[in-house]
C-alpha cells in the first residue's frame, strides 16, 4: 500500500494531459476521466491478480476489475496460457471454430434461459440485438426498460441509463432522434405496478421488458422479492418477452448468472465482460424459438467481422473453466461479505448514514440513510462524502470505480489480507470525512 504522503502521479497526469489533445476528454469510455470524483485519472501500467500497477510505479487493490471481466484476477496465469497457444494459430478466422461450439456449450449448459447463443463484440452489441430480436419475435415495436438501468449505448436504449450517463450529468445524449427512442418506455426499477399500469396502457403493443437483474449502473441495487416474479408473470401474461441483461452479473451473481441465483427464468439473456475472459465479447441467446429468428437460420439480420474471435473464444472458455471449480463462489462471496459488511460497520462507527450489500462478488455502499431500491433512491447518495472517500481510498492504494453509481467488483485473486489493508484504509479515510 502507498503512503498519502509518497503518493505522486506526475507521470500519469503527462501521459492523461497529452491524451487529452488526442481523444475526447482523453479517453475511449467515459466513465473512466473521473469526471464526477474530480482529480485526474490513474494511467495503468500493468495488472496482476488482485492488483494494478500505475505508470508511477503505484500499486493498488483493484475492486473495478476492467469493469466486469477480471473475475478470476487479472491476467490469471491459465487465461494467458491459452491465450499464447491461441495465437499461434492466428488472430481472427471470420469463419466457424470448434471454440465457438465450446463456449457455446458451455453458456447453454450455465445460463437456465439459454438453448441457442449469439456471441457478438460487447455488450452493446448483445442488447442493440437483443432489442431487435425481441420486436421481430413478438411483431412489437415498444420496450420497457427501467430508469437507472444500462443496456449499452445504442440509441433506442439511451434513456434514463445510469452511470455514466448519470455520472456525466446528461439526462440523454443529444444526436439520439426522439424517433429512435419514441418506442422506449421507463418505468422505476422494483415497481411492478408501473409496469403493469404500461402494458394497461398499451396493450399488444409491448415486445418485452429488458432489465438488470441486480443493478449494477446505479450502484449496486438488488430487487425486491416478487420484483422479477412480478415481471415474468406480467410479460407472460400480456405475451411479451422478459429479457435479463447479464453483461455484468453473468457468471458473477452466481455461475449461472442473477436468473439460477433467483430461480427466474428469461426468455432471452444477454452476456458479455466475464465471457470474454477480459477480451471484447458479448452474446445473446434464450428460448430456441425465439432464437431460431436469427439469420441466417431465421430472418432477423444480425452479424459481425470478428464475433466468435477465437482469442475471444478461448480467454472465456478458460474463464468459465476455472470458475466452474468447486468452491469457487462460496469463496467470492466470503470475500465479498467480509468487505462489504466492514465497509459498512466503519462508515457506521464513524457516523455517517450508509446502506449497501453484496451478492457473490459484486457489492456497493451508498452515503444515504435511505434505503436504496431504484435510481432515485441512490441519488440521495451524498456525493460530497463519495468523493473525498473515493480519493482517499486511490491515495492509499485502493482502486475503487470511480463514480457512486458503480458497483465494485471483487475477484478468486483477492485474498483476507488484502480485504484487511483496504478496511485499515477506509477506516482511515471515512474516520476523516465529516458526518
Ligand atoms: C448491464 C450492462 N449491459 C450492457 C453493457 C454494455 O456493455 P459494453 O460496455 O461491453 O458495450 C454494460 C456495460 O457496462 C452493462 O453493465
Redesign the pocket.
Known amino acids: 500500500m502507498v503512503s498519502t504522503t509518497s503518493f505522486k502521479t506526475t507521470k500519469s497526469q503527462e501521459i492523461f494531459s497529452a491524451a487529452q489533445e488526442l481523444m475526447p476528454g482523453g479517453v475511449s ?1 467515459p466513465v473512466r476521466a473521473f469526471k464526477s470524483v474530480g482529480g485526474e485519472p490513474i494511467v495503468f501500467d500493468q495488472v496482476k491478480g488482485a492488483y494494478i500497477w500505475d505508470v508511477d510505479g503505484n500499486q493498488y487493490i483493484d475492486y473495478v476489475g476492467t ?2 471481466p477480471a473475475i478470476c484476477g487479472h491476467a490469471h496465469p491459465e487465461v494467458i496460457g491459452a491465450l499464447h497457444q491461441a495465437l499461434d494459430k492466428g488472430t481472427s478466422f471470420g469463419a466457424p471454430s470448434a471454440l465457438e461450439n465450446v463456449l457455446a456449450q458451455m453458456v447453454i449448459d450455465a445460463v437456465p434461459s439459454i438453448e441457442m447463443v449469439r456471441f457478438v ?7 442493440m440485438a437483443v432489442l431487435r430480436l425481441m420486436r421481430a419475435f413478438t411483431g412489437r415495436d415498444k420496450i420497457i426498460k427501467f430508469s437507472g ?5 445504442a440509441d433506442m436504449l439511451l434513456v434514463q441509463a445510469g ?2 450517463v448519470a455520472t456525466l450529468g446528461l439526462p440523454d445524449s443529444p444526436g439520439v432522434p426522439k424517433s429512435a427512442t419514441a418506442n422506449t418506455l421507463t418505468a422505476t426499477y422494483n415497481d411492478l405496478d408501473e409496469v403493469k399500469a404500461l402494458f394497461e396502457q398499451y396493450p399488444n403493443e409491448i415486445a418485452g421488458v429488458i432489465l ?1 437483474p441486480v ?3 446505479s450502484g449496486f441495487i438488488t430487487p425486491v422479492p416478487g420484483f422479477l416474479e412480478g415481471l415474468r408473470e406480467v410479460t407472460q401474461n400480456h405475451g411479451a418477452l422478459l429479457v435479463f ?5 453473468g457468471f458473477r451473481i452466481a455461475y449461472g448468472g442473477a436468473q439460477e441465483k433467483f430461480g427466474i427464468t428469461p426468455d432471452l439473456t ?1 452476456l ?2 466475464i465471457i470474454g475472459g477480459g477480451l ?3 452474446a445473446y441467446g434464450g428460448r430456441k424459438d425465439i432464437m431460431s429468428m436469427v439469420a441466417p437460420a431465421g430472418p432477423m439480420y444480425q452479424a459481425g467481422t470478428l464475433s466468435g474471435n477465437p482469442l475471444a473464444m478461448t480467454a472465456g472458455i478458460k474463464t468459465l473453466e476455472l470458475l466452474k471449480k468447486p468452491g469457487t463462489y462460496e469463496q467470492l462471496e466470503t470475500i465479498t461479505k467480509k468487505l462489504s459488511e466492514g465497509l459498512l460497520q466503519i462508515a457506521k462507527d464513524s457516523g455517517h448514514a450508509t446502506t449497501g450489500g453484496y451478492i457473490s462478488a459484486m457489492f456497493g455502499m451508498f452515503f444515504t440513510g435511505v434505503p436504496v431500491h431504484n435510481f432515485d433512491d441512490a441519488k440521495t447518495s451524498d456525493l460530497s462524502k463519495f468523493t473525498p472517500f473515493h480519493r482517499g481510498m486511490l491515495e492509499r492504494g485502493i482502486y475503487l470505480a470511480p463514480s457512486q453509481f458503480e458497483a465494485g467488483f471483487t475477484s478468486l485473486a483477492h485474498t483476507e489480507e488484502d480485504i484487511d489493508r483496504t478496511l485499515a484504509a477506509a477506516k482511515e479515510v471515512i474516520s476523516g470525512i465529516k458526518p
Open positions: 469510455s469493469w466486469g463484440n460487447s455488450g452493446t452489441e448483445a442488447c438501468c444500462y443496456h449499452g449505448h452511470s455514466g438488470e443493478v449494477g449502473n441483461d447479464e453483461v455484468m452479473t444477454t458479455g465482460k471484447p465479447v458479448g
